[in-house]
């Protein structure tokens, strides 16, 4: 069975994967705060257990058995969260540490309980897709909130990062998913988006922040 130290590599490369299918070993020494050697000497380790491909001085390339494996470690993590979050009713800045501890846990019939108590749900409580049992994800076709335009009214549905530090700040302005809100007006100096709400108040957010926020139209 994978080691949770392998299981958090592999995690971390399933989601290089997504934004690239060529991952370097710098980039991933650097996402795991380890040196170049260490994420070599792992990544020997998983081309052994056939999750990866890798040659020297070329890219990392995952396999199918170990994209797969790293969805699963995924699922686990993102039902933990929803699990924390609604039943037990953990905040969402709350979830992400108690999960990556939790994920590790090997016998899946915990995981499946813990989905069909939720309801079997499809994503986790920041939005985030959580993969089948299979591994297979559907990913939703929200939008960045920077690309809405002014007038159009919109639908918080998730979050490009989970910071516990963005969650906090969130909360602090009182958005969580599925708040809705209006584009009042995009400010040509600094691009930021002030905001209408149901009730009819106003709120200035930044670009960077507008960055983070996914949505769909209404």
């Given at each position: 069975m994978p080691t949770q130290t392998k299981e958090n590599y592999l995690k971390e490369i399933y989601f290089l994967n997504q934004k690239s299918v060529?991952?370097?070993i710098s980039e991933l020494a650097k996402n795991m705060n380890v040196s170049k050697p260490t994420a070599n000497n792992m990544i020997k380790k998983m081309q052994e257990k056939g999750w990866v491909l890798y040659d020297k001085y070329k890219p990392i390339k995952i396999t199918v058995k170990g994209n797969k494996l790293g969805a699963l470690i995924v699922r686990?993590?993102?039902?933990?969260e929803m699990f924390l979050a609604q039943v037990m009713g953990f905040g969402w800045e709350e979830v992400h540490d108690?999960?990556?501890e939790i994920e590790h846990i090997q016998?899946?019939?915990?995981?499946?309980?813990?989905d069909e108590i939720l309801g079997f749900?499809?994503?986790d409580p920041h939005g985030s897709p959580i993969p089948d049992k299979n591994g297979k994800v559907r990913k939703p076709d929200y939008l960045n909130l920077t690309s809405?335009?002014?007038?159009?009214?919109?639908k918080l549905c998730g979050l490009t990062k989970s910071s516990k530090d963005l969650l906090l700040y969130l909360n602090k302005k009182k958005i969580k998913l599925g708040t809705e809100f209006t584009v009042q007006q995009i400010e040509k100096f600094d691009n930021s988006f002030e905001l209408l709400f149901k009730d009819q108040s106003l709120l200035i957010l930044s670009f960077e922040v507008c960055q983070c926020l996914l949505v769909e139209k209404l």
């Amino acid at each position: 069975m994978p080691t949770q130290t392998k299981e958090n590599y592999l995690k971390e490369i399933y989601f290089l994967n997504q934004k690239s299918v060529d991952i370097s070993i710098s980039e991933l020494a650097k996402n795991m705060n380890v040196s170049k050697p260490t994420a070599n000497n792992m990544i020997k380790k998983m081309q052994e257990k056939g999750w990866v491909l890798y040659d020297k001085y070329k890219p990392i390339k995952i396999t199918v058995k170990g994209n797969k494996l790293g969805a699963l470690i995924v699922r686990k993590h993102r039902l933990t969260e929803m699990f924390l979050a609604q039943v037990m009713g953990f905040g969402w800045e709350e979830v992400h540490d108690i999960a990556e501890e939790i994920e590790h846990i090997q016998p899946t019939i915990f995981f499946d309980r813990m989905d069909e108590i939720l309801g079997f749900p499809t994503i986790d409580p920041h939005g985030s897709p959580i993969p089948d049992k299979n591994g297979k994800v559907r990913k939703p076709d929200y939008l960045n909130l920077t690309s809405i335009n002014e007038g159009q009214k919109v639908k918080l549905c998730g979050l490009t990062k989970s910071s516990k530090d963005l969650l906090l700040y969130l909360n602090k302005k009182k958005i969580k998913l599925g708040t809705e809100f209006t584009v009042q007006q995009i400010e040509k100096f600094d691009n930021s988006f002030e905001l209408l709400f149901k009730d009819q108040s106003l709120l200035i957010l930044s670009f960077e922040v507008c960055q983070c926020l996914l949505v769909e139209k209404l």
